[in-house]
């Protein structure tokens, strides 16, 4: 297994499924793979995807990132940014690598910690995924019970609630309520686009305080 994963090369934007992968191989697969790549994973009862993400997404995961960093700056709310880190749950046999994860209501329980463990450590309180190439996984959210989860495909933001077990559509974010951030996040991250990343990161947080 160990020299498979080696000769595995996933393009950007590609995607490779592995199945009845134990969660033992899973640990090994997840030490072989290291953490300075660019591949994502998302590991299901068995059931293990390796993904590379395209540029677009990137850009699109980087700018909505700082959108979010701006609304807890303004608020001043403390934060804790988690990237891509490895979520897994050996009980649940569910693992996942976001897009970006924020630690919000919670920061404060994991402040300082080099190490995670969900079976004691509560889960990010927010996570974003982009979809452009069709990697979420809303089931594997769910059940490590993470309250809030937000996707971006085709231009457009779904905010996710959990509600008993299971994700409902939301037209408010619980993280940021009182604030239309369905209508916001894709208007400035399109201005990042055309006009900068600067200017746009500069319109939304002239935006944040009025609505404040």
Not at 34 to 58: K, W
Not at 80 to 104: H, R, V, W
Request: proline share 7%; glycine share 4%; hydrophobic share 35%.
């Amino acid at each position: 297994m160990l020299l498979e994963i080696n000769r595995i090369i996933v393009p950007p934007g590609q995607t490779v499924l592995l199945d009845n992968i134990s969660w033992s191989e899973f640990e090994t697969i997840l030490e072989d793979l290291g953490e300075d790549r660019s591949s994502r994973i998302a590991y299901d009862r068995g059931n293990l995807t390796i993904m590379t993400p395209l540029p677009e997404h990137e850009i699109n995961k980087e700018f909505i990132s700082d959108l979010v960093k701006v609304l807890l700056e303004e608020l001043d709310i403390e934060f804790c940014p988690l990237g891509s880190t490895t979520f897994k749950n050996q009980l649940m046999a569910k693992g996942i690598e976001p897009d970006n994860c924020f630690y919000i209501a919670h920061e404060s329980l994991i402040r300082g910690k080099a190490r995670l463990d969900l079976t004691s450590d509560p889960p990010p309180d927010l996570a974003i995924e982009i979809d452009i190439t069709s990697r979420s996984y809303p089931e594997i959210y769910s059940a490590l019970g993470v309250p809030e989860l937000w996707r971006f495909e085709a231009g457009q933001l779904q905010i996710l609630v959990l509600e008993s077990s299971k994700y409902t559509e939301s037209q408010e974010s619980p993280n940021f309520p009182k604030f239309n951030l369905i209508k916001a996040i894709p208007q400035f991250l399109q201005q990042c686009k055309t006009e900068g990343r600067n200017k746009g990161i500069k319109a939304f947080r002239t935006w944040v305080r009025k609505q404040i």
